[in-house]
C-alpha cells in the first residue's frame, strides 16, 4: 500500500450493499456487500479506467451464504475533461471476474452498469449488476447495487 501511494496514480476504495432485483422473496435474505481497491490505469480524455485488483465481498444466494473474491475493469465516463474530482455525473461501465466460495455460484463473471456523481474525492453511484456462473447450471444473480467510490491517493 505505501508503494502504491507513491506512485503517480489514483487508488479509489470502494464499499457497497447490493440487493437483488428480481426476486420472489419477500424478505430481502439475499443481499451482498463488498469491498474493493484499485488502481487507475493512464486516461484518456473524458473516461478513466480502473482495475479493481482486489474485490472481497459477503452474500446470501439462494438462502446460502458465501464469499466472494474478484477482479476486474471499470470505466468511469464523463463530460468534464478529467471524470475524477470532476464534480459532475459519470456513466460507470464494470465487468469483472470472480470466484465465490459457498453453496451455488463458483467461478463467474460479472458486468454492470450504473450512473455516479463525482463530488470531489467522494463518488456516490447506483449500478445494475449481472452475476453469472461459468456453468450453464448455475445460479444468474440480478443485483442493484448502491455503493461509494473514494479517492484514497492521487
Known amino acids: 500500500m505505501l508503494l502504491a501511494a507513491l506512485l503517480p496514480a489514483q487508488i479509489v476504495g470502494t464499499l457497497a ?9 419477500p424478505n430481502w435474505a439475499e443481499l451482498a456487500a463488498t469491498a474493493k481497491l484499485g488502481i487507475a490505469l493512464p486516461s484518456a480524455p473524458h473516461t478513466l479506467v480502473l482495475w479493481n485488483f482486489a474485490g472481497a465481498g459477503f452474500d446470501r444466494l439462494a438462502r446460502q451464504n458465501g464469499g466472494a473474491l474478484e477482479t476486474g475493469l471499470e470505466a468511469w465516463i464523463s463530460l468534464a475533461r478529467r471524470p475524477a474530482l470532476s464534480f459532475g455525473p459519470l456513466l460507470i461501465l464494470e465487468a469483472a471476474v470472480g470466484r465465490r466460495f459457498g453453496e451455488g455460484l463458483h467461478g463467474y463473471t460479472a458486468v454492470g452498469i450504473g450512473a455516479g456523481w463525482s463530488w470531489g474525492s467522494w463518488v456516490p453511484f447506483v449500478e445494475y449488476r449481472r452475476r453469472a456462473g461459468f456453468h450453464a447450471t448455475s445460479p444468474v444473480d440480478h443485483q442493484i447495487v448502491v455503493g461509494v467510490h473514494y479517492i484514497l491517493f492521487g
Do not use: E, F, G, L
Not at 17 to 25: G, H, I, K, L, Y
Open 17 to 25: 450493499v447490493a440487493a437483488p432485483s428480481a426476486t420472489r422473496n
